[in-house]
């Protein structure tokens, strides 16, 4: 999932290709920038 925010998919281009509902790609990716300790998706682009 990581990668694919990185890449800069949006939540419903993750959710499709993972086969989740968007709203728990939502919960995910907020765990993953937290955990990260970046504050935006193109933070994690950076790293």
Do not use: Q, Y
């Amino acid at each position: 999932m990581a990668r694919l925010l990185a890449r800069g998919h949006s939540n419903r281009e993750i959710a499709e290709v993972l086969f989740l509902s968007p709203r728990t790609v939502e919960h995910h990716v907020a765990r993953v920038l937290h955990k990260s300790g970046a504050r935006t998706r193109a933070d994690l682009r950076e790293s």
